[in-house]
């Protein structure tokens, strides 16, 4: 055998090696991450109290050695220990390894807006000076985001396929209009069907790794409509989940119980927070920790409506009036002290639903649009008699359930059930 031959040998050998130690670490973060953090981060890194760990979202940045920080230090007082104490350092090094072999979706993605094309104008896009031109963060595809009525948008990034969903998928979603949108995945133009059928469902293959990613739309239609999946082992969204949601709610006869249950970090709540917004009409975030309500604000939400990406905002901030100041919020009391809850998790079908259990129970949280006003429905499953109070910041114009208010806070009649309700349109 020629020298050049055994050292090829041995490159592919010690690469395959190499790969086996890799994957073998992932295999041992794996289970670590099923021991604890899934209980914060979810089963499948999609996040629950804790943020999403596989999305292009990060509160404290995605390089290996920003991973192993936050888990080394965790985040004692949002809740996350500092596994550090409790970790080896190769076990901690396994953890992040498994986690970012989990990443998974869209990243960099660019947009680039045209003013005035139309479909018969056959323009190549890449040829031609756009009128805007930004990175979108998070990455999506929303081909809602120009200001004008009639134009073209491309968007260009890369996506992560992760070896665990690497294979087949299928390209699933609905489109309004049956030419005028391209897309490309590695330069090789994905033939979506030309009828005027709406649904799209073509079968694709896809390695792990990073693929390049182009979509370009010219509006050919009074709305824009479309919207995309990657459909496998695990569904990979590649249209903006607002933007779907803005959609498809139209498309419900009932919109006024259209809503949506947004995780973002606010300023104006606690990490952790969970964010319900009802259609642009009221938004409000849910402490799991203690059912407290905050930042309570009337109008846009907060990654709803065209362009918010654009303007530079690197962390969500709710937009429209607020309610409450970032101090005030709405707080259960137990037996007269401010409530200490276990989250167990939301419904979202057919409102939104949190459910928390305290050593004194179970305890759930509905809210729901009634008569062009907030209503937050709570109901309290006990075995015995409990003191029930919530205390309402006195500047909040609100309706409450039978019951008696002195001092800003409010006794229910029934504890077991009571409302608080919040009018829409009269702002403080
Ligand atoms: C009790 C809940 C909880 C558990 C258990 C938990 N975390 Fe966390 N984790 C959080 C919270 C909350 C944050 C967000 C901190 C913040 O908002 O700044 C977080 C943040 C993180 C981050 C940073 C995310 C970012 O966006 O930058 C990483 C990485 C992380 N956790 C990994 C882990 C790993 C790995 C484990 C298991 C060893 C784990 N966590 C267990 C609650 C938890």
């Not at 970090?265 to 309500?293: C, E, L, W, Y």
């Amino acid at each position: 055998m020629q020298l050049k031959n055994i050292l090829n040998l041995v490159l592919i050998f010690s690469s395959s090696l190499l790969l086996k130690a890799d994957d073998l670490s992932e295999l041992r973060g794996q289970k670590l991450y099923e021991t604890i953090c899934f209980s914060c981060h979810g089963n499948k890194l999609e996040g629950a109290t804790g943020p999403n760990l596989k999305d292009a979202q990060w509160l404290h940045g995605n390089s290996k050695s920003d991973i192993i920080k936050s888990i080394t230090n965790g985040f004692p007082e949002k809740g996350m220990l500092a596994f550090g104490t409790l970790y080896k350092q190769e076990q901690i090094n396994d953890l992040a390894n498994f986690i970012l072999s989990r990443q998974e979706g869209l990243r960099n993605v660019k947009y680039k807006i045209y003013h005035d094309l139309r479909l018969n104008d056959k323009v190549d896009l890449g040829q031609i000076k756009a009128n805007k031109e930004r990175l979108l963060q998070p990455p999506h595809f929303n081909p809602n985001l120009p200001e004008v009525n009639q134009f073209a948008i491309s968007f260009t990034g890369q996506l992560l396929i992760p070896k665990h969903l690497a294979g087949k998928f299928v390209l699933a979603g609905v489109r309004k209009q049956s030419d005028g949108i391209d897309l490309y995945i590695d330069g090789k133009k994905i033939p979506f069907p030309t009828s005027k059928q709406h649904q799209i469902k073509i079968p694709i293959e896809l390695r792990a790794g990073t693929h390049d990613i182009r979509l370009e739309y010219i509006k050919d239609f009074k709305s824009t409509v479309f919207f995309l999946d990657l459909v496998g082992k695990e569904t990979i969204p590649l249209t903006s989940e607002s933007y779907r949601r803005s959609i498809t709610s139209s498309h419900i006869p009932k919109a006024e119980n259209a809503f949506l249950i947004i995780r973002k970090r606010i300023t104006q709540a606690p990490p952790g927070s969970i964010i319900v917004n009802h259609m642009d009409k009221i938004s409000f975030a849910i402490d799991p920790k203690t059912s407290d309500v905050k930042a309570l604000w009337l109008g846009k939400s907060l990654d709803i409506g065209p362009n918010i990406y654009a303007r530079g905002q690197q962390f969500a901030k709710p937009l429209g009036t607020h309610l409450l100041s970032a101090e005030q919020s709405i707080n259960l009391f137990i037996n007269e002290k401010p409530a200490k809850l276990k989250y167990i998790g939301y419904s979202d079908k057919p409102l939104p639903k949190f459910i928390f259990k305290s050593s004194e129970g179970e305890i759930s949280l509905q809210s729901k649009i009634e008569n062009n006003a907030l209503k937050l429905s709570y109901s309290i499953k006990s075995n015995h008699a409990l003191d029930i109070n919530l205390k309402i910041p006195q500047e909040l114009n609100t309706k409450l359930s039978k019951g008696k208010t002195k001092n800003g806070l409010f006794t229910p009649e029934s504890p077991q059930d009571f409302f608080i309700s919040i009018p829409i349109k009269e702002l403080k």
